[in-house]
């Protein structure tokens, strides 16, 4: 097929035609595009268009190169959400309507570390619990997840009974907690999260570092979760002032 039909750049054209042939699910998603050669013989441009082209859709996330294997129709994240809006990782799978889970791998006290100790803000704290497990959306593990709470704010006899921690800390202690402080850091690879979560050897994490302050400023919980980027897609509501 060729697209040389109008007068913009043959560039422009290829992007136009190969997001056409996505959105008619010509090319569905994760599915492997044809190689350069046969797909620039069918859109009737040179090589060097047609990898300008596709430089363009990975920038615009249509579609993903891998080293040696080819290009893939990048997958459509299947959770987005606003992070000024603080919501639960229960919530925030059960908005999509599917079934949020937990599968819980350890609860325990531990010593706290030196990073514990300076998110809540106690150099002489000398206990944490630590929950540990993967959340799942429709039994499909989504996110591993890493919680940090101080002791007097969680019952342990509690923490296996509810998929949202945050509940059993407001139902428990009676506080609200109002807002989380919160830093994202993409990684690549990472030898627990990624093996937890049935990731492929190139398949990037996000993670996400919060930690949640009640209706006194006072930090309540702190949280690494690692979640599949493939999976997830954050965004930010930004106001002119």
């Not at 006072?218 to 493939?230: C, G, H, I, T």
């Given at each position: 097929?060729s ?6 750049h ?6 136009d ?11 569905r998603?994760g599915e492997?595009?044809p ?18 082209a ?7 996330n249509?579609v ?30 059960a ?21 514990d ?18 959340r799942?959306?429709n ?33 428990y ?6 807002y989380?402080v919160?830093?994202?850091?993409p ?6 999260a ?12 996000l993670?996400?570092?919060q ?17 599949r ?9 930004r106001?002119?002032?």
């Amino acid at each position: 097929m060729s697209i040389r039909d109008d007068s913009r750049h043959l560039y422009l054209q290829v992007i136009d035609q190969i997001k056409d042939d996505i959105d008619k699910e010509k090319y569905r998603e994760g599915e492997k595009l044809p190689s350069e050669f046969e797909l620039s013989k069918q859109l009737g441009v040179s090589r060097a268009t047609l990898r300008e082209a596709l430089r363009i859709l990975e920038e615009d996330n249509i579609v993903i190169r891998k080293h040696g294997l080819g290009t893939y129709v990048k997958e459509k994240s299947v959770f987005s959400s606003g992070i000024e809006q603080l919501y639960s990782v229960t919530d925030m799978i059960a908005q999509t309507g599917m079934k949020p889970g937990s599968r819980f791998l350890s609860t325990e006290v531990i010593e706290p570390s030196k990073e514990d100790k300076i998110q809540f803000n106690q150099i002489r704290l000398s206990e944490i619990v630590e929950v540990e497990r993967i959340r799942t959306a429709n039994d499909t593990p989504v996110i591993y997840c890493i919680d940090h709470i101080i002791p007097e704010y969680i019952p342990l006899e509690r923490v296996h009974k509810h998929t949202s921690l945050l509940k059993v800390i407001e139902d428990y202690t009676g506080m609200k907690i109002m807002y989380a402080v919160t830093k994202i850091e993409p990684v690549s690879f990472h030898e627990k999260a990624s093996l937890l979560l049935d990731c492929q050897p190139d398949q990037s994490l996000l993670l996400l570092k919060q930690i949640h302050y009640n209706e006194n400023d006072e930090p309540v919980l702190f949280s690494k979760n690692f979640f599949r980027a493939d999976k997830f897609s954050f965004y930010v509501v930004r106001k002119r002032v």
